[in-house]
């Protein structure tokens, strides 16, 4: 009779990690007139995704390393003095925990970034727009899943700016502006008959 370690375990990527590291026990095995034949156990790969495995002969402990994400499938053999062989299968399944998708481009901006535990999100407005709210997030573990927190991008609002004032004198901006200009107006103050601007002073304003 031989008896497998216990399967169905799954493994979760530590943060900013693709591979996990899993350890099991050697499976034991007992024959009806020989008695513990576990020394004669072998350990075969049914299917499991390129990875590093040591066996501890003291612990009779096989570390699997660099287990890559998805199920990994072993079968254990053993072997009686007329040849009766016999065997048993167990398997784990390595999850790496991810953010939902980042969006590309939200309105009037964009984010990219890490979306695996640990990793995080980076989002920036176009110009002309200035964002409200987080810029950066991290995906980080809530339950059993993973989300960025905060969860939503920041919102990009149009950059204005209030309509220069002058005392004795008067402004023109291209493209007129009442009580705000929007980005990137180019506004110049004129000043009245009599009255000069101050010596290094630039009449030149620009909304950024």
Not at 58 to 80: I, L, M, N, P, Q
Not at 136 to 150: L, T, V, Y
Request: aromatic residues 12%; charged residues 25%; proline residues 6%.
């Amino acid at each position: 009779m031989l008896s497998c370690p216990l399967s169905g375990f799954v493994i979760e990527a530590q943060p900013l990690q693709l591979t996990a590291e899993h350890q099991f026990d050697l499976a034991t095995a007992h024959d009806a007139k020989e008695g513990d034949v576990s020394d004669k156990v072998l350990l075969g790969e049914l299917y499991s995704p390129k990875q590093y495995l040591t066996y501890d002969k003291e612990g009779k402990k096989f570390t699997v390393h660099h287990a890559k994400e998805g199920k990994h499938y072993y079968r254990f053999f053993a072997h009686d003095s007329k040849g009766n062989v016999g065997f048993c299968d167990f398997d784990f399944t390595v999850k790496v925990l991810r953010c939902p998708v980042i969006p590309p481009v939200f309105d009037q901006g964009w984010c990219e970034g890490n979306r695996i535990l640990g990793g995080e999100r980076h989002c920036e407005c176009q110009s002309g727009y200035r964002a409200q709210g987080d810029s950066d997030a991290k995906c980080s573990k809530i339950g059993e899943e993973a989300f960025f927190e905060p969860v939503d991008p920041p919102v990009c609002k149009a950059v204005t700016c209030p309509l220069p004032q002058v005392q004795y004198g008067r402004v023109r901006c291209d493209p007129e502006c009442s009580t705000t200009c929007s980005w990137y107006t180019r506004c110049e103050y004129v000043c009245n008959k009599g009255y000069s601007m101050r010596l290094g002073a630039s009449p030149l304003r620009v909304c950024r």
